[in-house]
Every structure is written in structure tokens, then in C-alpha cells.
Nanobody, 120 residues
Framework: QVQLVESGGGLVQAGESLRLSCAPS????????MGWYRQAPGKPREMVAS???????NYASAAKDRHTISRTDANNTVPLRVGSLKRVDTAVYYC??????????????WGPGALVIVSS
């Protein structure tokens, strides 16, 4: 069973930076696009950023100036750095990946989420 696991959430002060990370576990052939989504209280889940195995990135328009996504292809880890945190960044952050399984089926995998609370 393939799982994505987020790490790095917690309580942070406004103005600080935060680094989240996502790593897969289980058996698979490859992971294509990976990305980060977030869901703020009372709001729908929204895409923050995504990255392909070749390093091509895509950001939500509101995320471009304070978010940086990267990827280590060797182990498919995907860090997300969020700078100058604001209270509106309080959300559960989810890792997402398009995973090619051993039987070549494509699975859209999600992590359980990492809670980030920004205090002022």
C-alpha cells in the first residue's frame, strides 16, 4: 500500500517561515506530479503548488510570492517552504501525488495532512 506522509506542521508565529515535507512509503514504480494542497477552516481544499519529476513547477497565483516547492527525485520527497507566514495560512496542508503502482495502475494518493497554525 502506497502512502504519502507529511511532516513539519505545527504552531508558528506570524512572520516566520515554515518547511513542510512529504515522503512516500510503500512499493511503486514511480511518482509523476506531486504537489501540496491546503484546506483552511470552513473553506474548500485548494492547490498551493505542484512539481513534476523534471522540476517543472506550478503555483496557485496567490502562492507564488511566499511559497517554494522542490523535489528530490531520488526518494520522491517534496518540501514546501512557506515564508512570511500569515494567519490566513492556518490550514491543514496535504501532500498529493500521481503514483504509478507495480501493476502500472495510476493512483492519486493523498497524505493524512499536516496542521499548521499561525499565531500573531
Amino acid at each position: 500500500q502506497v502512502q504519502l506522509v507529511e511532516s513539519g506542521g505545527g504552531l508558528v508565529q506570524a512572520g516566520e517561515s515554515l518547511r513542510l515535507s512529504c515522503a512516500p512509503s510503500g512499493i511503486f514504480r514511480e511518482i509523476k506530479s506531486m504537489g501540496w494542497y491546503r484546506q483552511a477552516p470552513g473553506k474548500p481544499r485548494e492547490m498551493v503548488a505542484s512539481i513534476t519529476p523534471g522540476g517543472n513547477t506550478n503555483y496557485a497565483s496567490a502562492a507564488k510570492d511566499r511559497h517554494t516547492i522542490s523535489r528530490t527525485d531520488a526518494n520522491n520527497t517534496v518540501p514546501l517552504r512557506v515564508g512570511s507566514l500569515k494567519r490566513v495560512d492556518t490550514a491543514v496542508y496535504y501532500c498529493n501525488g500521481a503514483v504509478v503502482l507495480e501493476n502500472y495502475q495510476l493512483l492519486e494518493a493523498w497524505g493524512p495532512g499536516a496542521l499548521v497554525i499561525v499565531s500573531s
